[in-house]
């Protein structure tokens, strides 16, 4: 149970890479694999994958981000780009049931590159239309969320927070990330 925990807690978004070290068609499908059987609301499965390897299109793709908003950061530059993306699209209009089965989706397939020591950034800050015309996406498909991945270049650091306190992230002088998040006390609302 300690391992599934400690899990979690290395699963930060990474948004700086080792892009000299790509990772391959094969690691993606794995990805898409192992999300294709975790919950859905209903169990209607509305979900479809695009998974994204080759570097050409990569680089298209990466053209259309926007990264670290509450930082006023402009993204990876050039050697620490993702190399690997995940566009997760819907069957169907979106809904509640659509958008859970997205974090669901979402969240599992960070978890799954994290234990196979990849870094993840879950991206919804893009431009639909550019995304659709790239991949040539039917319009009765919805773009639910980019997931970016690739070998991890950046140190993420949790940091014990409390209710009042700034939750924004943040990034020191040596460019490590910290992520507060409350303590436990401050989200446990009620025990019985």
Not at 22 to 44: E, F, Q
Not at 76 to 95: C, H, N
Not at 98 to 120: E, K, N, R
Request: aromatic fraction near 8%; hydrophobic fraction near 40%.
């Amino acid at each position: 149970m300690e391992e599934f925990a400690e899990l979690v807690r290395k699963a930060r978004s990474c948004r700086r890479f080792v892009e000299d070290e790509p990772i391959g068609p094969d690691t993606l499908r794995k990805i898409v694999d192992c999300v294709r059987v975790a919950s859905s609301a209903h169990n209607r499965q509305p979900l479809r994958y695009i998974a994204v390897s080759n570097a050409e299109t990569r680089l298209q793709l990466f053209a259309h981000t926007k990264w670290a908003s509450s930082i006023g950061w402009g993204g990876p530059p050039p050697g620490e780009r993702p190399t690997g993306f995940i566009v997760i699209l819907s069957t169907t209009q979106a809904s509640m049931p659509v958008y859970y089965d997205t974090a669901i989706a979402a969240q599992t397939m960070q978890l799954f590159a994290t234990s196979l020591g990849l870094g993840c950034c879950m991206l919804n800050n893009f431009p639909r239309g550019p995304v659709r015309e790239l991949f040539n996406i039917p319009e009765d498909m919805e773009i639910m969320l980019l997931l970016a991945f690739g070998v991890p270049k950046e140190i993420r650091v949790l940091q014990e927070a409390h209710v009042g306190d700034n939750l924004l992230y943040w990034r020191d002088e040596h460019g490590v990330h910290y992520v507060p998040k409350l303590a436990l006390e401050d989200v446990l609302y009620k025990e019985t």
